[in-house]
């Protein structure tokens, strides 16, 4: 059974850090490029962060460039998110997915991931 599961929300002051983790099990994702999306109160999902199969390439949403940064350890099937200079409009549900087909380079739709986890709330208090 395909798992994506996410950890490492919470409630934090603006400025402050968190790291996002999406442990995979259930399929060989270090095939595949994966991303971050997010979905806040009464807002459509939308994208954040993209990583490519091989975690040579990646792609952000403009609103985070500069403060978050995606990675992923093979070893541990496992891809991270790091937002620093948290803002309380980052304030969403955020979700990890995995792309349909393999050896991609990343993107930004989400109509190209097929397996997605259950999502983790990140609150940003002003």
């Known amino acids: 059974q395909v798992q994506l599961v996410e950890s490492g929300g919470g409630l934090v002051q603006a400025g402050d850090s968190l790291r996002l983790s999406c442990a995979a099990s259930g399929r060989t994702f270090n095939n595949y490029a994966m991303g971050w999306f997010r979905q806040a109160v009464g807002k459509e999902r939308e994208f954040v962060a993209t990583?490519?199969?091989?975690?040579?390439?990646?792609g952000y949403a403009d609103s985070v460039k500069g403060r978050f940064a995606i990675s992923r350890d093979h070893a541990k099937n496992t891809m991270y998110l790091s937002m620093n200079s948290l803002k309380p409009e980052d304030t969403a549900v955020y979700y990890c997915?995995?792309?349909?087909?393999?050896?991609?380079?990343?993107?930004?739709?989400?109509?190209?991931?097929?397996?997605w986890g259950q999502g983790t709330q990140v609150t940003v208090s002003s």
């Open positions: 990583i490519s199969w091989s975690g040579g390439n990646t």
């Open positions: 997915a995995s792309e349909r087909d393999p050896l991609g380079w990343g993107s930004k739709s989400a109509y190209k991931y097929d397996y």
